[in-house]
Structure formats: C-alpha cells, structure tokens
C-alpha cells in the first residue's frame, strides 16, 4: 500500500528542499504507525496526524492512500 507522509520542524530538513517535507511511502497491508516510524528511523517523540485527525495509538493499522503528518513537540520555558 501507499501512504503520503509530510514532515515538519526538524523532521522536514531530512528530505531534499525540493520534497517540500512530503514523500510517498510503500508499506505492506496491515503496517502501522510504529511500523513507519520505524522505516523512517524516527526515534524522538512525535505528534502524529492521520488524514487530518490526531493519533495516539501508534499500533493503529494504515490503509492504502492515508497522509500522514509528524509532528516534533516543541518545549520552551
């Protein structure tokens, strides 16, 4: 399956400037979050957005054509 992925803040300067923070990825049926999280070596924390609606459950199964967008928290004093 297919799934549009768009990276923002720190996660973003990973990706060509060209990408503008968006790439498509190939996952086999039933992956999940944690299963993309871990192709794209993403080990810091992270808000994660699938087709608009905030995900807390990283152990969710992707479908085809879903767009998923992480998100790096930002802390400040």
Do not use: H, Y
Request: charged share 30%; net charge negative.
């Amino acid at each position: 399956m297919q799934i549009t992925v768009v990276l923002f803040g720190m996660l973003r300067e990973r990706l060509a400037k060209e990408s503008r923070g968006r790439l498509t990825v190939e996952l086999p049926e039933a992956a999940t979050i944690q299963d993309l999280l871990e192709l794209l070596d993403a080990r810091m924390r992270l808000t994660c957005f699938v087709n608009g609606e905030n995900e807390r459950n990283f152990d969710r199964p992707l479908k085809d054509g879903d767009e998923i967008q992480l998100i790096q928290p930002i802390g400040g004093g």
